[in-house]
């Protein structure tokens, strides 16, 4: 039986052209994405455990605080030691911090527990970014971070679906099947990437091997400072949205439904939206974003029932594909070779940063000024995003050009 000539013509457009090695990389993000189920339920973990509200939310401030330094040390030890060792060091090591989780037996021990989970668990993550920025040419850069981001939603779908099942059976289950991913990923890395690619020792008059490189590149401190906003807004997917909903006097399970919307249109999306937007310039296909993500959560504030609060998830999960498409492979594309891991740990951190900054600022807007204002600094924010991340298209550009061509595939054994 032969393929279509349609259906083989778009697995190419999709799929094809990524070497082995990235593979290899794919399958173990998804194996590990499938057993993360300990971050999302950990508030009810520590319910179990009859841990106060007060106290859940310093434990979960010190995740989030944890979290801020492991992409800062993963990125470092990405460029000074090498991807795949920091990517193992990163992966062995976050089981440890589970486990120190779940044997923690007093509110004081589980902050600093977790504060290591969340330093441990993000360790590996610019690490394998820029191996993918390694392995991947620039002309396939884009696809690469693109599949990467439609695994880590499918793999989310995966494990959204079986936690709440183990959880019911016991909180040991979901430590256990999120330890045995990690290792799993590991001995993927170990046995498909047996060496990294030769890397060029950082000079000295570029910042040598530390943080300094990207502190000094306008460049790359703009794009960071234009997508800790625009990421803020994102995150109000996770903060402000369950406040408006409980705020309408909806059930929890309306929430559930926004988060299955944006599983299905993300996985459904990504493939087919890819090859319409590789042709154009990266940082105009990521300020699109930012614009679809302002408005669309935006939106929100027009609904109060919940097949309204089904229909916005729609503008702002399209904008979280369009992102996807591209967010990794520009800031790939802005490094110096020899310094993609600290410049993946930056944009890592500016993540965990809104994180952090998002639930502060959504609480504060909803109790002092009300719904209607944070609704509308979405959409003002999103839309300012969107512009100034225009007027880096030039200097992006101008730096893409600049860089050599490369062409390189990862020796496997």
């Not at 990125?75 to 044997?103: F, K, M, S």
């Not at 330890?179 to 498909?192: F, S």
């Not at 310039?281 to 919940?306: C, D, E, F, Y």
Request: proline content about 5%; aromatic content about 8%; overall charge positive.
């Amino acid at each position: 039986m032969t393929t279509p000539p349609r259906l083989r013509a778009a697995a190419e457009r999709n799929f094809g052209g990524l070497p082995r090695s990235f593979w290899i990389l794919f399958a173990g993000m998804i194996a590990n994405r499938v057993g993360t189920m300990v971050v999302p339920f950990l508030v009810f973990f520590l319910g179990s455990r009859g841990i106060s509200t007060a106290q859940t939310g310093t434990i979960v401030v010190s995740l989030g605080l944890g979290g801020m330094f492991g992409p800062v040390l993963g990125g470092l030890l990405a460029d000074r030691i090498g991807r795949r060792q920091a990517v193992l060091i990163g992966l062995v090591a976050t089981p440890a911090g589970l486990g120190a989780l779940y044997a923690a037996p007093g509110a004081g021990t589980l902050a600093v527990a977790a504060a290591l989970l969340g330093l441990m668990s993000s360790i590996y993550r610019p690490a394998a970014s820029a191996l993918v920025g390694d392995v991947v040419d620039t002309e396939h850069r884009g696809k690469a971070f693109s599949l990467l981001h439609w695994g880590f939603n499918i793999g989310t779908a995966v494990a959204s679906a079986g936690a709440g099942y183990l959880a019911g059976r016991g909180f040991w289950l979901l430590f256990l099947l999120d330890g045995l991913t990690c290792l799993a990923y590991a001995v993927i890395v170990v046995r498909g990437i047996p060496k990294d690619l030769p890397r060029p020792a950082a000079p000295k008059d570029k910042g040598g091997a530390g943080y300094g490189v990207v502190l000094r590149d306008r460049l790359m401190l703009a794009h960071m400072g234009l997508s800790a906003l625009g990421i803020t807004i994102y995150t109000m997917t996770e903060f402000a949205i369950p406040l408006a909903i409980r705020d309408d006097g909806l059930s929890p399970a309306v929430y559930g439904l926004v988060g299955v919307a944006n599983a299905v249109i993300v996985i459904a999306c990504q493939p087919l939206i890819y090859g319409r937007l590789a042709r154009l310039p990266r940082i105009k296909v990521l300020a699109l974003s930012w614009a679809l993500i302002g408005v669309g959560v935006a939106t929100t504030g027009l609904a109060h029932r919940p097949w309204q609060y089904v229909l916005t998830v729609i503008v702002w999960s399209i904008g979280e594909v369009v992102n996807g498409v591209v967010a990794g492979a520009i800031v790939t594309d802005l490094a110096p070779e020899e310094a993609r891991g600290r410049y993946q740990g930056a944009l890592a951190w500016v993540w965990q940063f809104a994180r952090l900054v998002a639930p502060a600022s959504a609480t504060a807007l909803f109790s002092t000024v009300g719904p209607t204002a944070l609704w509308s600094s979405c959409a003002v924010l999103g839309l300012f995003t969107a512009g100034a991340t225009l007027s880096l298209a030039g200097p992006v550009a101008r730096r893409v050009s600049a860089s050599p061509v490369e062409n390189k595939t990862l020796e496997t054994a």
